[in-house]
């Protein structure tokens, strides 16, 4: 079915984040906002209304909100991000990932550092059919990762610390950004339904309104995580692959990285990458034309050659200087002193 939809790109990215994702989740979300709802309104004694308390339609709105993008964020992750490594999303065309690549990567600016901070670029995953590719060794064979093993690349930070510490940390750090983009949408989603649930009920005490506790209540909130989930699970899902094909191409620019002369190329050798990538072996990070490495890192020893032999050289003739200054005159001293180097004087005097 993926094989026969990608033949099409364009009809499966709509299909997959709009009508697999998008509409599975509207389903799933305003299926749990109604039993919710006819739980705690369906026998209630309060009347249900919009602004006053205990039974607030808007405040309930408000939590379900954040609570709803909070879980959804969480498990999108876990399941699309093992589902991306397994090739089974949509790709982005290339020229989005260029500019996002672009936007993140290669530009400098707060924006930017924002942009990598909210990605977590270096969290991201290769498809199990690209992860040979970018090797250098093509005798080894990448194994396919199981879903634990999954679980543990993507949880697991810090390997010496323990297991609830890294995932209370991986909670923290996804439900962080999962409030930022709820805070956004929460500005635009719900003034526009407060005010649509308001032309529904029946006006009471100045701009109040109330509803009866069956079905409207019930109904408004399955509307409502609909809403929620239709808009929030293709944003999540858009940013778990978009980092991904992001990574990719920070991995693929790194393994060629000898070949590239420009700013960009100190710019991706400065990005850091994660400690624990267990489908990325260490050749991914050697380049892949040995007479290039050898060249260049034969010009740094060489260098380096230089300079500790121009040290030598300078402690001999300070240690020299020192020994004869203690035994001969003043006179002898500044003569010798005077017949080494101008830099030798400056880093004796320095002394």
């Known amino acids: 079915m993926i094989t026969l939809f990608r033949k099409y790109p364009l009809i499966f990215s709509i299909v997959y984040l709009f009508l697999y994702q998008g509409l599975g989740s509207a389903i799933i979300g305003g299926g749990s906002e109604f039993g919710i709802a006819y739980g705690m309104y369906h026998n209630s004694p309060h009347l249900v209304t919009l602004w006053a308390f205990p039974n607030t339609l808007s405040g309930d709105c408000a939590l379900t909100l954040f609570i709803q993008v909070g879980l959804t964020w969480v498990v999108e ?10 090739d089974n999303t949509f790709e982005f065309p290339n020229w989005f990932v260029e500019f996002w690549y672009n936007l993140v990567v290669i530009k400098t600016g707060k924006f930017s550092r924002f942009m990598q901070w909210y990605f977590e670029i270096n969290n991201g995953v290769m498809p199990y059919k690209d992860n040979n590719k ?7 064979d990448l194994k396919k990762m199981s879903l634990f093993q999954f679980l543990k690349r993507h949880v697991i930070k810090y390997p010496n610390e323990k297991l609830y510490f890294n995932i209370i940390e991986w909670l923290l750090r996804k439900v962080l950004r999962a409030m930022l983009f709820a805070v956004t949408l929460f500005i635009f989603v719900w003034p526009i339904c407060m005010g649509i649930f308001a032309s529904i009920g029946t006006k009471i005490n100045g701009h109040d309104r109330y509803f009866n506790n069956y079905p409207e209540p019930e109904l408004m909130k399955l509307s409502y995580g609909a809403v929620i989930g239709m808009i929030t699970t293709p944003c ?16 693929r620019d790194r393994s060629f990285i000898f070949k590239v002369n420009t700013s960009d190329a100190t710019r991706i050798l400065n990005f850091s990458m994660p400690n624990n990538v267990e489908e990325l072996p260490s050749q991914l990070f050697t380049p892949p034309h040995e007479s290039d490495y050898d060249s260049t890192m034969g010009t740094i020893m060489h260098g380096d050659l230089e300079i500790e032999q121009e ?8 240690t020299e200087e020192k020994l004869q200054r203690s035994t001969s005159s003043p006179s002898t001293s500044n003569s010798m002193v005077s017949s080494l180097p101008k830099s030798i004087i400056d880093n004796s005097v320095h002394e």
């Open 77 to 86: 992750e876990l399941m699309v991000g093992y589902d991306d490594y397994l």
């Open 134 to 140: 970018f090797s250098n060794n093509r005798d080894i």
């Open 236 to 251: 999540s899902v858009a940013v778990i692959i978009l980092r991904n094909r992001i990574y990719e191409r920070v991995i």
């Open 311 to 318: 040290e030598e050289y300078i402690n001999e003739h300070l």
